[in-house]
T-cell receptor, first 109, second 117 residues
Framework: GQNIDQPTEMTATEGAIVQINCTYQTSGFNGLFWYQQHAGEAPTFLSY????GLEEKGRFSSFLSRSKGYSYLLLKELQMKDSASYLCAGRSNDYKLSFGAGTTVTVRA | EPEVTQTPSHQVTQMGQEVILRCVPISNHLYFYWYRQILGQKVEFLVS????????KSEIFDDQFSVERPDGSNFTLKIRSTKLEDSAMYFC???????????????FGSGTRLTVV
């Protein structure tokens, strides 16, 4: 199984950058995912890392260090619509996802 | 863009009643999953399904739960005798997984909000 830890909530200003950290402990690690979830809606895929390093996708970037069991999601040029919960999820070799409790990001004007 | 479709979007049922939640996965996907999210809590894995059988299930997925792929398109979750604590959002997901280099993970459906009263 996997144990995923991430902060409960973060607040940032529109236009700023926010970094959401995630640590994981896992048996049979097979990738680290980040999802965005608005209240009452389904998680939507943001990014995926299976090798160490930084993956950039527009305003969102994700980093992975397998030796440290650590990942972060970087949100740049924050917009009001980025206010949501961000879920870190580890995938094991059986392709099951184990989710963290999510980090609620509030973007203020 | 292909979608995973879930019906109904909301379901209210009395404790002890049976419910069936329905999902239509993406047509070329081979692996299907159910997850649930109790209000204010994290998304939890229930079961994975491949080649017409369960490949993995969690401790939550006890004898009250069952899954079925009755035809080529639908994937259902049945709860035989609902309890108050089964109230949650239930998400269906599907993935390809033929190529282990797949990078975009699962596609989740929009969910069914189940309320047991």
């Amino acid at each position: 199984g996997q144990n995923i830890d991430q902060p409960t909530e973060m607040t940032a200003t529109e236009g700023a950058i926010v970094q959401i950290n995630c640590t994981y402990q896992t048996s049979g690690f097979n990738g680290l995912f980040w999802y965005q979830q608005h209240a009452g809606e389904a998680p939507t895929f943001l990014s995926y890392n299976v090798l160490d390093g930084l993956e950039e996708k527009g305003r969102f970037s994700s980093f992975l260090s397998r030796s440290k069991g650590y990942s972060y999601l970087l949100l740049k040029e924050l917009q009001m619509k980025d206010s949501a919960s961000y879920l870190c999820a580890g995938r094991s070799n059986d392709y099951k996802l184990s989710f963290g409790a999510g980090t609620t990001v509030t973007v203020r004007a | 863009e292909p979608e995973v479709t879930q019906t109904p979007s909301h379901q209210v049922t009395q404790m002890g009643q049976e419910v069936i939640l329905r999902c239509v996965p993406i047509s070329n996907h081979l692996y299907f999953y159910w997850y649930r999210q109790i209000l204010g809590q994290k998304v939890e894995f229930l079961v994975s399904f491949y080649n017409n059988e369960i490949s993995e299930k969690s401790e939550i997925f006890d004898d009250q739960f069952s899954v079925e792929r009755p035809d080529g398109s639908n994937f259902t979750l049945k709860i035989r005798s609902t309890k108050l604590e089964d109230s949650a959002m239930y998400f269906c997901a599907s993935s390809v997984r033929e190529d282990r280099g797949e990078v975009d993970g699962y596609t989740f459906g929009s969910g069914t909000r189940l309320t047991v009263v």
